[in-house]
């Protein structure tokens, strides 16, 4: 690391550090999901020396550089998240945590992670207001949708459809970047990349489903092909690996050569190069979230207050910092909802749509005011 560090590079992102120190006994865990397979995480994650291992890391190389340090912390919890990216600077910046992406699992789902179902909004909501809150006053928070390990947000927690992918990417934009901490963003989120569609077991690179199809489908036929292919659609990791999309030219402008995997279809209409020719697009929309963070303090560093906490189709929150308020409303649904969170005077800072309507929230519709109080 030191290496590096000499060279000139800004930071490290550790992969599962939370793994890192292990149970010496190194037992089995609990049979879960049917029988087939065990839970490790209890034995694997956040075990007896990693705080002690990480502040060596940070005693001997850390804390002698201008660096940005984040964790890959599986299975961490908030009392662990507040070790490992204590306010104190002593082990790291902050750590990504996996709770609101795994709000899906053993609920409907075909075993496992694999399932066709849509997290719901108070699902997802429950676990980022934990979060926020939690950490407050305590440690930094990371921000994400979209990473290698995760669908495309547009399709996951979104509306993929040609009518509502642009608006529903700008909802969810809208949704992260004006929280607590600090914001992420995948390659191709910018552009609203969607997940790709599996045609057969050939499409797939990833070894985890290659691994779950012939262990599910083949060996202990849990599920049949066609099921497990739609999971795939919904969940599986290779959707955030297809070629980015740079233009509507050969394998969207990616290679000449043949890619390691297939092109999404959706390239030709889906790319940078039409994005950056569209003034209404989601890279500039997003453009604009970064202009804001980087104007208004309220949105880096305010406090965290939830709202509207009883809807299942918007999430809403208020910001605070000194005389400064900011209100946040996301509607996750493609229908008209109730919202009187606007009604006092105020200036409107971002939102996805030109025109509101008093007391209502159009579909997917992300709306933000700063006002005085």
């Avoid at 108070?122 to 980022?128: D, Q």
């Avoid at 996301?330 to 006092?344: G, H, M, V």
Wanted: with cysteine; glycine share 6%; charged share 25%.
């Amino acid at each position: 690391m030191d290496f590096w560090c000499r060279k000139g590079i800004d930071g490290f992102r550790m992969d599962v550090i939370s793994m890192i120190s292990k149970n010496q006994d190194f037992p089995d865990g609990p049979i879960k999901d049917n029988g087939v397979y065990g839970d490790m995480f209890p034995y694997v994650c956040n075990g007896p020396r990693v705080h002690e291992y990480l502040k060596e890391m940070n005693r001997r190389v850390l804390s002698r550089y201008d660096l940005m340090t984040v964790g890959e912390a599986a299975g961490v919890t908030l009392e662990e998240a507040a070790k490992y990216a204590c306010a104190d600077g002593s082990e790291l910046n902050m750590v990504f945590q996996f709770e609101h992406t795994d709000t899906v699992q053993g609920k409907g789902s075909v075993i496992g992670k694999w399932t066709t179902r849509k997290p719901r909004m108070s699902e997802i909501r429950k676990v980022l207001n934990k979060w926020q809150l939690g950490l407050e006053g305590r440690a930094w928070n990371s921000l994400y949708w979209d990473n290698h390990d995760q669908p495309r947000a547009v399709s996951r927690f979104g509306n993929d459809s040609e009518k509502w992918r642009v608006v529903s990417a700008k909802m969810l934009a809208v949704c992260l970047h004006m929280m607590k901490g600090t914001p992420y963003i995948y390659q191709g989120e910018e552009i609203g990349m969607t997940n790709t569609r599996f045609t057969s077991l050939e499409d797939c690179r990833d070894i985890e489903e290659i691994n779950a199809y012939r262990q599910y489908v083949t060996e202990l036929k849990i599920t049949d092909d066609q099921t497990m292919l739609r999971c795939f659609d919904t969940v599986a990791r290779d959707n955030a690996r297809t070629p980015m999309q740079w233009d509507d030219s050969e394998n969207a402008g990616f290679t000449t050569g043949t890619p390691w995997i297939r092109v999404n279809p959706n390239f030709k209409t889906i790319n940078a190069e039409a994005a950056l020719e569209d003034p209404d697009s989601v890279f500039w929309f997003y453009r604009d979230l970064i202009r804001l963070r980087h104007t208004y303090p309220v949105i880096v560093y305010g406090s965290f207050e939830p709202l509207m906490k009883e809807s299942e189709a918007v999430y809403a929150y208020r910001r605070r910092l000194g005389d400064q308020v900011l209100t946040v409303a996301c509607n996750w649904t493609e229908q008209d909802q109730a919202c009187s969170l606007f009604e006092e005077e105020g200036m409107d800072l971002i939102s996805n749509y030109k025109t509101h309507r008093e007391g209502i929230l159009g579909p997917y519709e992300a709306r933000v005011m700063l006002r005085k109080g």
